[in-house]
Every structure is written in structure tokens, then in C-alpha cells.
Nanobody
Framework: QVTLVECGGGVVQAGGSLRLSCAAS????????MGWFRQAPGKEREFVAN????????SVADNVKGRFTISRDNGKNAVYLQMNSLKSEDTAGYYC?????????????????WGQGTQVTVSS
């Protein structure tokens, strides 16, 4: 059974940085696009970033563009989210997700496996 486990969340001051990691079990990690989503209390889950199976294409949401970067290492079965210049509005639970294909978009329906999430709290 394939699982996703996120880590790297925590409490950071505004303007600081965090790097989230998502480790995947199983031998087919490199065959799927991956994504990061987040959800703040009382708000809907929102797309943050995604990356194709071969890292050739990536995309990030407009509200994190220039601050967040997604990357992956298929040899380590891992995907990362580097978050810089954090703002209080970035406070949320962050979830990595496996897409159903080589490429993915920003819609959650295109992802079929989710991690348990890691909390990021940005203090102002």
C-alpha cells in the first residue's frame, strides 16, 4: 500500500522560510505527478503547487508565486516545497498528494492519494 508522509512544518516568524518534505512509499513514485495543497481553518482546500513526473513542468498558485518552489527527487521518492518570505496568510495545514497521471492540474479531483498533512504556522 502506497502512503505519503509529510514533515517539515512548524512555527516560523513572518518573512522566514520552511521546507516541507513528502516521502512516498512504493516503487511507482516516478510515474505520477505530485502536488501540494493547503487548508486553513474555516477555509476550503486550495492548490499550492504541482510538478510533473519528470520535473519538466511545475506550477504554483498566484498567491505564492515567487515565494514557493516545488521540486522532487524520484530517486528518493520525495517531493519538496520550499517556502520563503512566509506570510501570516500562509498559515494552514499542508498536504502532499499524488496525481492520477504523469501530469496534473490544480484541481483536487485529479489526485487520488493524500498525506496526513503537516501544520505551518506563521506568526506576525
Amino acid at each position: 500500500q502506497v502512503t505519503l508522509v509529510e514533515c517539515g512544518g512548524g512555527v516560523v516568524q513572518a518573512g522566514g522560510s520552511l521546507r516541507l518534505s513528502c516521502a512516498a512509499s512504493g516503487r511507482t513514485f516516478g510515474s505520477y505527478a505530485m502536488g501540494w495543497f493547503r487548508q486553513a481553518p474555516g477555509k476550503e482546500r486550495e492548490f499550492v503547487a504541482n510538478i510533473a513526473y519528470n520535473s519538466i513542468t511545475t506550477s504554483v498558485a498566484d498567491n505564492v508565486k515567487g515565494r514557493f518552489t516545488i521540486s522532487r527527487d524520484n530517486g528518493k521518492n520525495a517531493v519538496y516545497l520550499q517556502m520563503n518570505s512566509l506570510k501570516s496568510e500562509d498559515t494552514a495545514g499542508y498536504y502532499c498528494a499524488r496525481a492520477t497521471s504523469y501530469y496534473s492540474d490544480k484541481y483536487a479531483r485529479g489526485y487520488d492519494l493524500w498525506g496526513q498533512g503537516t501544520q505551518v504556522t506563521v506568526s506576525s
